[in-house]
């Protein structure tokens, strides 16, 4: 369940404009579902709706007699629905003695109800009513022994308590039904709910949640309570978590925004109150102030009339009053600091209007011209000139006010002082209107195409809606907002853009450095508590019990879904039509990468820096931008990918211009000058970020050793070596060599050829790809610990054996294997022993059929918990636990998943890629769901004992040198250190 995160918030603000541009007048309109007759049941009543004219999504927005908003949109491209189940309250709401309590509630929503989660609720019941009491008494308390006296009988209780319990049981119903995306977030506006589910068990979700809403049950307190401990020492280790609460601490002072944060203090999260918590609930969560949003594979009216059956007696009440705390304006630049291990930056922030606001729209247009990751001023004066290292610039849009970011890093040498100055720069062309007007209907165009793309996906469709109800935008307004972006002048953006952005900044420097204020919550004492893995409430036996009508899985046929032909030389070219709009997407893959040519990444890098004959490298951004296309060359180790993506209306402009790029590349010295000294900064950057030395570095030694792909790289004598020609000769190389091309768009075959022949410029003879340099996979021969020093508060951990080469006949176990393990693992370590917010186990097969198989599992503890944390994966690892009622749930979401799983549109053809690199000509998905049924415990196990336990294994492990208990470490192996020059090679 996490927090909504600084990238979603930015996908949510653009998800203000996916929706299509049109002139129409949007008015909304208001109709009557037919019904037999006007009687109240909900199988006969009528049902109002309101709709939307040329609303690209066409929903149906009902309002049930309880106020409980609901607003469909059907999309069938899988037999799937996406839901959200939204609640309009968040962490602004928190009472100002009680912060994270919005976020805790929606910890307590996935424990269950008087019915679900429960082997006997009265017996259960009068012992949490012990423990909330001792809650109560343990939070007035201030004396330390005392409260630690208290906690221990907190600690007793509750494992009494959870014997009665059935931990994790509403997340192995929503697993066994074959419901994906199971989670939740809480923001400052919101807390929303989600699940993807099969379209089959429509009336079984929504009788199931309405349940979950109606009874909410806060068991299994103390432990998940630690997990939220957890989670905020991971946001307290995060430089970019604390750069954004010094920005919102210091844009209002006095608003809830800034005053308070959605995890809490580590006051209020020491000293909970589940009494607090259910007022919370009583208060919020009634269906007046709650939506269900959903969008798929569904049927407006059978949906709506389960939707009144299951919800509709939920009580209306009043509606909960928030006042807006009014900010004053600030006055002068707000200058703060921000210590921590990652690399150096510097933001500058700005409060904006709330978001139904127009200046709040245009302010939007404004973050688009700054930065789009294309065309805009700081793309092309500060990123593509390589001005600093990299900069970026976006709008959170909020209820009561929202915030505008400018983000830089810089360049060896280079000040946090000089990027700022270049930051505020770009917004003072804005403010004066030194920007082509044309880049305003740009961006237009392109929020066109993103709406397009965005309403491929019911993820998207229904978070449009949460969007609208959460920020109290009637639909009408919604729909019709891209007409208003549309309207927007280049007088517009100069006005807004100076009525907000002056002197009254937040300035906050991120430097490199040890954070003196640095803090943690303190892991009490917990005794870890039953989980019950075979136990069964009655109500999910009654549940299950409940017969569906089965869905056929589809599987990809390559032969039938992907029409293959041949284009000149004899290139071959795979292409799968696009039926629902306008884009198109084009590839051409060559079989070689960084592992045949060390230099091909420089050159793949170095070309979105140059010009050609015609044009600027600025020129041709605004060129492919004003398109509406964007391409892109990208290097991995064994492959090539050229890309061409946008409006179909303008692929043979689009193509032209990119094949004219890779011909006529022109060489430029400064700016390989400019791109080398980035690099080598970049590689120093990388060096202070965690998840790249754990996830990548460490990883890559362990599986390879000392010489690896990761950091086999040329040297900065190598790179200060290159020539600007001689990279120009490896991007026009790029088009002589065998290559393949896959095509995804609305053009027939034919048309498809012709353009193609023509456009494609390739030599009458291909070459053949050069050798490729194979890294060989080190066999792990005993028990070893890699650790690596990292300034933070918690310790993380991987788990890594090497196991068989890849097998399709073993992947069916292997999907089985994996579906078991992940509950196992999430209730053990979090739910029963409270050990770590994130943890996970699977088994991972290779990519290539000639590569091997590889068991991974992590877990991120605090770093004194490190021998409970390693303790508990290791035993988990070594003797599965094994629980008739899990296996039988893996059983039922594997096949409920592969049965409702649609692979679709241009995943077809990269399915088809990845099939081809494991030697299979069908899809495996076949083998798995023919499997499924079939499978027995003994075969799990056998798999277990064969491919898991028998397999030494490497143990890596960062965290701070000060926090980690090497005596505990030396139990699971030889112990060594691993210093940053080995893990990265310079």
């Not at 308590?161 to 989670?183: P, S």
């Not at 893959?589 to 820096?609: E, F, H, Q, R, S």
Request: with cysteine; aromatic share 10%; hydrophobic share 35%.
């Amino acid at each position: 369940m996490a927090i909504k995160r600084g990238s979603s918030l930015l996908l949510l603000a653009l998800g203000l404009t996916f929706t299509q541009c049109k002139n129409e007048a949007y008015q909304t309109q208001s109709t009557t579902d037919t019904a037999v007759t006007a009687a109240a049941t909900p199988a006969e009543k009528e049902y109002k709706y309101e709709t939307v004219p040329n609303d690209p999504l066409n929903a149906r927005i009902y309002t049930l007699d309880n106020g409980l908003k609901v607003y469909l949109s059907d999309y069938e491209e899988a037999p799937r629905i996406q839901t959200f189940i939204a609640v309009r309250a968040g962490s602004k709401n928190d009472p100002a003695d009680a912060t994270g309590l919005a976020h805790y509630l929606e910890h307590m929503v996935f424990k269950g109800t008087t019915e679900l989660g429960t082997q006997n609720w009265e017996k259960e019941k009068v012992e949490l009513d012990k423990i909330e009491a001792l809650y109560e008494k343990y939070r007035a308390t201030k004396d330390e022994a005392a409260r630690k006296k208290i906690y221990h009988q907190i600690d007793s209780i509750s494992g009494v308590a959870a014997t009665y319990a059935v931990a994790n049981e509403y997340d192995k119903i929503l697993g066994a039904i074959g419901a994906k995306g199971t989670n939740a977030y809480t923001w400052v506006d919101q807390t929303v709910y989600t699940n993807d589910i099969p379209s089959n068990q429509l009336e079984r979700w929504i009788e199931l949640e309405a349940d979950r809403f109606a009874d909410m049950v806060p068991r299994i307190f103390h432990t998940e309570l630690e997990a939220v401990y957890e989670e905020k020492n991971r946001t307290l280790d995060s430089d970019g978590r604390k750069v954004a609460e010094v920005i919102n601490t210091a844009l209002f002072p006095t608003h809830q925004y800034g005053t308070q944060t959605t995890i809490g203090t580590i006051e209020h999260l020491k000293n909970p109150s589940i009494t607090e918590i259910k007022k919370y609930y009583t208060r919020y969560y009634i269906p007046n102030n709650m939506a269900i949003a959903m969008s798929g594979d569904l049927d407006f009216d059978q949906t709506i009339r389960l939707i009144d059956k299951y919800w509709g007696g939920m009580e209306k009440k009043p509606e909960p009053a928030f006042t807006v705390a009014q900010e004053q304006p600030i006055q002068k630049p707000i200058v703060k600091e921000v210590l921590g291990p990652d690399a150096e930056n510097v933001s500058i922030a700005f409060r904006t209007p709330g978001i139904n606001e127009r200046d709040a729209l245009v302010i939007q247009m404004i973050s688009n011209l700054l930065y789009n990751g294309q065309a805009g001023l700081i793309d092309l004066n500060l990123n593509q000139q390589q001005k600093v290292l990299q900069a970026y610039a976006y709008d959170t849009p909020m209820k009561d006010y929202g915030t505008f970011r400018m983000t830089g890093m810089p360049r060896q040498g280079q000040t946090l002082d000089q990027v700022r100055d270049l930051l505020l720069q770009q917004l003072e062309l804005i403010k004066k209107g030194a920007f082509d007007e044309s880049l305003i209907q740009a961006v237009v165009n392109n929020d066109k195409i993103n709406t397009m793309k965005a309403y491929e996906d019911n993820s998207n469709r229904a978070d449009a809606f949460v969007t609208s109800f959460i920020y109290e935008m009637p639909w009408q307004k919604f729909v019709n907002r891209p007409t208003e972006f549309a309207s927007i002048t280049k007088q517009d953006v100069m006005d807004v853009a100076n009525k907000y952005f002056g002197n009254n900044y937040v300035l906050v420097y991120k430097k490199t450095g040890k954070d003196p204020n640095a803090q943690k919550v303190e892991k009490p004492a917990i005794t870890p508590v039953a989980v019950n893995r075979d136990a069964q409430s009655e109500y999910y036996k009654t549940f299950m019990a409940k017969e569906v009508q089965p869905l056929e899985p589809v599987f990809v046929d390559y032969k039938k879904d992907i029409a293959e032909t041949k284009l000149k030389q004899s290139i071959p070219l795979l292409y799968t039509k696009n039926k629902e709009n306008g884009l198109f997407q084009l590839y051409y893959i060559l079989d070689m990468g960084t592992n045949n040519d060390p230099k091909l990444g420089m050159a793949v890098n170095y070309l979105k820096y140059l010009g050609t004959d015609k044009y600027t490298a600025e020129q041709l951004q605004k060129e492919f931008y004003q398109l509406g296309t964007s391409f892109d060359v990208f290097s991995s180790g064994d492959q090539v990918y050229v890309s061409l993506t946008g409006l179909d209306e303008n692929f043979e402009k689009g193509l032209n211009l990119f094949e004219s790029v890779l011909a006529n590349a022109k060489p430029d010295q400064q700016a390989l000058n400019d791109m080398v000294a980035g690099v080598l900064k970049a590689r120093d950057d990388a060096k202070k970020n965690k998840g790249i030395i754990l996830q990548q570095a460490m990883m890559n030694y362990a599986k390879y050793g000392p010489k690896n792909p990761f950091n086999t790289v040329l040297s900065e004598k190598q790179l200060k070596a290159l020539k600007p020609q001689e990279l120009v000769n490896i991007i026009k190389s790029i088009p002589t060599y065998e290559h393949r091309v896959l095509y995804y768009g609305p053009r027939e075959t034919e048309n498809l050829v012709a353009t193609l022949n023509t456009g494609h410029n390739v030599p009458a003879t291909l070459k053949p790809v050069p050798a490729e340099v194979v890294y060989p996979e080190l066999d792990i021969k005993e028990p070893t610990v890699y650790w690596a020093d990292y300034n933070m508060v918690q310790a993380e951990m991987m788990f890594v054996s090497k196991s068989v080469p890849y097998s399709k006949d073993i992947i069916p176990v292997v999907r089985l294997y994996n579906e078991y393990m992940g509950g196992i693992v999430f209730q053990d370590l979090r739910e029963s022993k409270a050990l770590a917010y994130s943890t996970y186990s699977y088994y991972g097969t290779a990519s290539k059929k000639e590569r091997a198989n590889y068991l991974v599992s992590y877990i991120g503890a605090q770093a004194d918990k490190l021998s409970e944390a390693m303790a508990g994966m290791q035993a988990l690892l070594t003797d599965m636990p094994l629980a008739d009622a899990n296996f039988q749930n893996a059983q039922a979401a594997l096949r409920n998943s592969i049965s409702t799983e649609r692979i679709t549109k241009s995943g077809i053809l990269f399915d088809y890629e990845r099939a081809k690199k494991l030697g299979l000509n069908y899809d495996i998905r076949q083998d798995v769901y023919q499997s499924a049924n079939t499978m027995t415990f003994d075969q799990l196990k056998e798999f277990q004992q064969k491919y898991v336990k028998a397999q030494p294994q490497v143990i890596l492990v960062i965290g701070s040198k000060d926090r980690l208990n090497f005596k505990e470490l030396e139990k699971y192996g030889k112990v060594k250190q691993l210093d940053l020059k080995t893990l990265f090679g310079y």
